[in-house]
């Protein structure tokens, strides 16, 4: 394991300094008060928060609850997430129908939803993007919202497929009170491969200059060695959150989050071929030396100076390629078999994934009248470092402001409620970002043998040159959104929403840093203005029975940036449209009811939703696709004991792109080459292509790889009202293509995770086993690009213990 030393921000400094201060506040203060609640809210016993009966304002903006919310969406509560032992995103698709994420090499930092890349929102707030930067903590949040399916209109220009909103732990209950008295928790997780996680919160209420205030503190370090060799954890979370009354019409809101991250990126197997994926058994073999200097690493020089892509470096159809075609730079020596472990992954020890986040609020609320005035500000930045051996590196230096105003009114008749919201907003991204990908060799390293000058390149984060991107830049958005939301009392709800944004671009490409340069260009320069609108429409009707139908038709902005937030020169000011902006369209249709005395909840909803523009995507963060699909989940509590859920999702998603042009670029695999005799004859380079779609292959129509068709979903929890509990959660999976040419599957899997916990008056233990029948199951790797030559294995049987002391 690496050892960290962990050097606090002026951020992290001032978070906890604002702690020791609200701690202070705390102790005197002469009394501690309480607010009356403005709303009562009815939860049913026992039911761990699972039933929608709690606002959600991150769907429209207007606190309807997930039942009154004509869109597919589901929240997972704290309490869930505790009992069942949540770590990271991944495991939410047991909760969450269309949410199955495919591996973006090992990283959990934003899930896919409906097949596609999604986002993360920070208390209704969008964040910068986070494919696969740093892994989202969800440890510090009270509860999660999942939406699928673009944004409301209020929230501005968001991707297709959907996203997750973190709801940090509040000073303020639901209600709008108080927390009563202080409370608080310590615990510490432990777990297999020296898993070490310790955490603690406190919060409660305070005066400060004689107004009534809360506050909630939570910290989370992590030392954590991993199943995978090389790999490691070590991590800091710092979360404040404060509210003080100043007025009885005025109220702020303000707080940050400080994320630390030192880890690596995974990418798995390489070698790829459907024996291995069945049987273990791995092709040995070292590749020919290229190391000319004999400095321990390969320069970008030595690679462009040798041929090791075939002798007609890119093939249309992958069969084009013959034993005749690879060159002897290519072909291994030493070649045998063997049996590889799941642990033995294309990791070396120097790799490093680190990210430093920070991300603040400011929330002013002002009452008058009857109305609300709601000012938003927003901060979110992250400095990222991404370096592997085996050919990639990158860096992220980007942040970005946002500044909203909502003014929202409601009006109310003999049988109409009106709800109106009116929110100019402004929102300013400034990126820095460069990624180094050329020469990348996934299937040089035998994963038997250590890496070595053999595998390891030169990389551009350490050279400072041979970038093949390197663009600086920022952009505004400035966008003003209308909604209202109308029910009758006899049933009806329609939500309408209008927005409007125009983007103002500016990008500059590093050209003297890139792959070949001299180092005498002049950066390369471009500005585009793009504007374009979002809307809403939803209709829902609530049957005296508890039923609700419901349909919903939208259309989407979207601004498609890269894994650091960068809009790149090429992308603007091309022929036929930006190749920054496009819309997406989405028509949902579903019926949710809530039955049984409100202790059943189900929904269920049929989706199409589709990006328009074939030459405004990008391959990592926003394909243009086509996903339909079908979605269903429902929640039980059958008594005080137990509580039951279920989930199914059927999703088909085709690249459009793709499926126009009649192919996708790739990197080809052992599998790709049906006239390869041997594939340890090009394991010592990378033949590039175009895999073909259609009559004849194995994809025909274009579909997205690594996304299950279908998944179902079951989970259970029992409380013996004695202190004890269980749990037991159930995912089956059918089996998928690991990579877009579909020449490489994937077993299907039936995932068990099970646990028991007991809960004492002022502590808890929860003890997990995952992966509890220790099922043989693989998540396919970044798929459409390299999912044929790359796959990771997952986790085998482990255990997670967690003791939490509560005061």
């Not at 200059?209 to 992590?222: A, D, F, P, R, V």
């Not at 996934?442 to 350490?462: I, V, Y």
Request: no cysteine; aromatic share 12%; glycine share 10%.
């Amino acid at each position: 394991m690496k050892n960290t030393t962990f050097t606090l921000s002026p951020l992290a400094k001032a978070i906890a300094i604002s702690s020791v201060f609200a701690l202070s506040a705390n102790v005197l203060a002469q009394e501690e008060k309480t607010k009356d609640a403005d709303v009562e809210k009815i939860e049913v016993k026992g039911s761990l928060g699972s039933l929608p009966g709690q606002d959600v304002e991150s769907v429209f903006g207007f606190g309807k609850s997930i039942l009154e919310t004509p869109r597919s969406a589901s929240t997972i509560s704290q309490a869930q997430m505790e009992r069942f032992n949540v770590t990271d995103i991944d495991e939410l698709v047991a909760f969450a129908p269309g949410t199955f994420t495919q591996s973006f090499f090992g990283v959990a930092g934003s899930l896919d939803v409906r097949g596609t890349p999604g986002e993360t929102y920070f208390r209704g707030v969008r964040r910068l993007d986070n494919p696969g930067n740093y892994p989202t903590p969800i440890g510090a949040s009270s509860r999660i919202d999942i939406v699928r399916g673009p944004a409301s209109p209020i929230y501005g220009p968001s991707k297709i497929g959907g996203y997750l909103n973190f709801n940090p732990k509040s000073a303020r209950a639901s209600s709008g009170q108080y927390l009563e008295t202080a409370t608080g928790a310590l615990s510490y997780t432990a777990g297999s491969w020296d898993k070490s996680i310790l955490t603690a919160e406190v919060g409660g209420p305070a005066e400060m200059g004689g107004k009534e205030m809360g506050y909630y503190l939570y910290g989370e370090l992590e030392n954590s060695d991993s199943y995978y060799e090389n790999t490691q954890t070590d991590q800091t979370v710092l979360q404040a959150s404060f509210n003080i009354d100043i007025t009885d019409n005025l109220r702020f809101e303000f707080g940050g989050m400080y994320h630390d991250y030192d880890g690596n990126q995974v990418a798995g197997w390489n070698r790829l071929t459907q024996e291995l994926v069945d049987n273990g058994t791995y092709i040995t073999g070292t590749a020919l030396p290229l190391d000319t200097d004999g400095d321990g690493q390969i320069s970008h020089e030595e690679y462009g100076a040798v041929n090791i892509a075939g002798n007609s470096f890119f093939y249309v159809p992958a069969s084009a390629f013959t034993d005749d075609e690879a060159t002897e730079l290519m072909q291994l020596q030493n070649v045998g078999t063997t049996t590889l472990r799941g642990d033995q992954v294309l990791v070396a020890p120097d790799d490093q994934l680190g990210n430093e986040a920070i991300t603040l609020y400011f929330d002013t609320i002002y009452y008058s009248d009857n109305w609300e005035i709601r000012n938003q500000f927003f901060y979110d930045a992250y400095e990222n470092i991404n370096e592997n051996a085996y050919g990639f590196s990158q860096f992220h230096d980007s942040w970005v402001i946002e500044d909203k105003v909502i003014f929202a009114t409601e009006y109310e008749n003999d049988s109409l409620l009106a709800q109106f919201q009116f929110s100019p907003s402004l929102r300013y991204t400034d990126f820095k970002h460069g990624d180094d990908f050329t020469y990348e060799y996934f299937n040089r390293r035998d994963l038997t043998m250590p890496s070595s000058a053999l595998d390891r390149r030169l990389l551009s984060t350490r050279s400072g040159k041979n970038f093949d991107n390197y663009d600086v830049g920022n952009y505004l958005n400035l966008g003003v959104a209308a909604m209202t939301d109308l029910t009758w009392d006899w049933g009806l709800n329609l939500v309408l929403g209008l927005r409007y944004d125009t983007i103002d671009i500016e990008s500059t490409s590093r050209t003297d840093l890139l792959l070949g340069a001299t180092g005498d260009e002049t950066p390369e320069y471009a500005e585009e203005t793009v504007n374009g609108w979002s809307w809403n429409t939803s209709i829902s009707y609530e049957f005296e029975n508890g039923l609700i139908p419901y349909i919903t038709l939208a259309e989407q902005a979207t601004l498609v940036a890269g894994q650091g937030a960068e809009i790149g020169v090429g992308q603007l000011n091309q022929e036929g449209g930006s190749g920054a902006f496009d819309t997406s369209d989405l028509i949902e249709y579903g019926i949710k009811g809530s039955l049984l005395d409100d202790t059943l909840y189900f929904a269920l909803s049929s989706f199409e939703q589709e990006r328009t523009d074939f030459n405004t995507q990008n391959t990592v963060t926003n394909n243009t696709t086509n996903n339909k699909g079908t979605e269903f989940e429902l929640r039980w509590v059958v008594n005080d004991n137990l509580v039951v859920s279920a989930g199914y999702t059927n999703i088909k998603v085709i690249n459009l792109t793709a499926r126009e042009n009649g192919n996708q670029f790739g990197f080809l695999g052992a599998e790709d080459l049906v006239n390869l005799t041997d594939p340890s004859l090009v394991f010592g380079g990378n033949v590039i292509g175009l895999n073909l779609i259609g009559e004849g292959f194995a994809n025909t129509d274009g579909r997205k790889a690594g996304i299950p068709e279908n998944i179902y979903t079951l989970t259970a929890t029992y409380d013996f009202q004695n202190g004890y509990a269980a749990n037991v959660s159930v995912i089956d999976v059918e089996e998928v293509a690991s990579g877009f040419s579909a020449s490489v599957m994937l077993p299907a899997y039936t995932l068990v995770n099970a646990g028991v916990s007991y809960q004492a008056e002022d502590w808890t233990f929860n003890l997990t086993v995952k992966n509890l029948t220790d099922e043989r199951y693989f998540r396919s790797n970044f798929p459409d690009l390299f999912g044929s030559q790359i796959v990771l294995p997952e986790l085998p049987r482990h255990w997670n213990a967690r003791f939490t002391y509560k005061f």
